[in-house]
């Protein structure tokens, strides 16, 4: 069964500091990747995806994941952060056989942004 | 304004009692899901369904049901069966093999 793993329970940010969170799956094929966003009492809000082709993925907000199939990773960066990043985020993996009928969730990075 | 609506925004439920969560979308989705959130995990997959009058239950279906009458709207069941139900409920929607898109959320709490 495919897994992820997001190792930063909690990461704090100066505001215009540069952020990367961390992402990392199991699973024995290339798999569908996702980045959501989550503010508090909120649904949840899709940053970016991988399905295939480039490895550097653009998405909303000014942020950005890249697709390292070799370290089975998929890290969101953004170069400056707002105080409005503050949220918690999601890394998801979906099953290529059955499309997305089985997105299995990280635990979440919540960030916060001091000024 | 198309998109995924969920009500109601908070839920209490008494011992013993079933409660319905609501879920509409607009989108014109084959796929519907519900998920619960409780803090410090991920969502977790309850039910889902690809079409209308068929449904899959998830990792947790357990303590509860679904029904799936009309391609527009997915409701959940949170039975008695359900010992501890208190959570965000989270519904989205997707083309079959596309991106899940999400309402807003339900927090049913016990009273």
């Known amino acids: 069964a495919q897994s992820v793993t997001q190792p930063d329970i909690h990461i704090t940010v100066s505001e215009g500091a540069s952020l990367e969170l961390r992402c990392n799956y199991s699973y024995g094929a290339t798999p569908y990747l996702f980045w959501y966003v989550q503010s508090p009492g909120q649904g949840l809000q899709l940053l970016l995806k991988y399905f295939s082709g480039d490895t550097l993925v653009q998405g909303i907000k000014g942020f950005e994941a890249e697709f390292k199939r070799s370290q089975s990773s998929f890290n969101l960066r953004k170069p400056s952060v707002h105080w409005s990043d503050a949220a918690e985020y999601f890394c998801?993996?979906?099953?290529?056989?059955?499309?997305?009928?089985?997105?299995?969730f990280g635990t979440g990075t919540r960030l916060t942004i001091i000024p | 304004d198309g998109g995924i609506t969920q009500s109601p925004k908070y839920l209490f439920r008494k011992e013993g009692q079933n409660v319905t969560l609501s879920c509409e979308q607009n989108?014109?989705?084959?796929?519907m899901y519900w998920y619960r959130q409780d803090p410090g995990q991920g969502l977790r997959l309850i039910y889902y369904?690809?079409?209308?009058?068929?449904?899959q239950k998830g990792d947790i279906a357990e303590g509860y049901s679904v029904s799936r009458e009309k391609k527009e709207s997915f409701p959940l069941t949170v039975t008695s069966a359900q010992k501890n139900p208190t959570a965000f409920y989270l519904c989205?929607?997707?083309?079959?093999?596309?991106?899940?898109?999400f309402g807003p959320g339900t927090r049913l709490l016990v009273l």
């Open positions: 989205a929607s997707s083309e079959v093999q596309e991106t899940q898109y």
């Open positions: 369904s690809q079409i209308v009058n068929d449904f």
């Open positions: 989108l014109n989705h084959d796929a």
């Open positions: 998801a993996v979906g099953l290529t056989n059955f499309g997305n009928e089985k997105l299995t």
